[in-house]
């Protein structure tokens, strides 16, 4: 009976089905709101959706499978108030019966890429202490625990600020010369995040 109700809860799809495309305009909106009030414990506003999507569109990423989406990633990049340029992460869902399949992880990717390839020097987030599947994600991308915030959320959940650092040029430079390697750090962090 468990396998059962187990695999109700799994959408049964091929990697390749999976479509991703970049936020495409006002036709895209309800349907990221949707995937967000259906899933996410925080509400938000059509101005929040608004604010991230017509001011970084070129950060916002959905998944879909047989024209249905399944996934969206919503983020922002600006200079921040220690001098830093930084990308956030704003909202990351996948409907349930597709989740642990990768979804996430190439959405995020996405987004990643656009912000390094953009001059970002670290990407931030918050996700809820008690959210596992999010946290090891999130970890194995590379992020690190910056702070633990605590009644972050409305629901009185304590959050955790993740943080990604990104190598910087001088930093990158330097190391090279010393190992004489033939990847950028980019290169590896696409190719390291590829197989993820």
Excluded at 32 to 52: A, G, K
Excluded at 133 to 152: E, T, V
Aim: with cysteine; hydrophobic share 35%; glycine share 6%.
């Amino acid at each position: 009976m468990e396998q059962v109700q187990e695999k109700q809860r799994t959408e049964e799809f091929d990697a390749s089905e999976i479509e991703y495309v970049s936020y495409g305009g006002e036709h895209h909106l309800p349907l990221i709101m949707n995937l967000v009030d259906q899933e996410l414990s925080e509400p938000y506003s059509i101005f929040t959706y608004r604010y991230f999507v017509y001011l970084w569109p070129q950060l916002s990423f959905m998944a879909f499978h047989k024209g249905k989406c399944v996934g969206t990633v919503v983020c922002k990049m600006g200079d921040h108030r220690d001098s830093k340029f930084r990308g956030y992460i704003a909202m990351l869902v996948v409907i349930k019966p597709y989740r642990g399949r990768g979804i996430a992880t190439e959405l995020v990717t996405r987004s990643i890429q656009v912000m390094m390839e953009s001059g970002c020097e670290e990407v931030t987030l918050e996700a809820e202490v008690t959210n596992e599947g999010a946290l090891a994600l999130y970890g194995r991308l590379g992020f690190i625990r910056a702070k633990r915030l605590f009644r972050y959320y409305l629901n009185g959940v304590d959050a955790f600020r993740l943080k990604l650092l990104f190598p910087q040029p001088e930093m990158a430079d330097r190391d090279y010369t010393q190992n004489h390697d033939d990847h950028s750090p980019r290169e590896e962090y696409s190719e390291l995040h590829r197989h993820l």
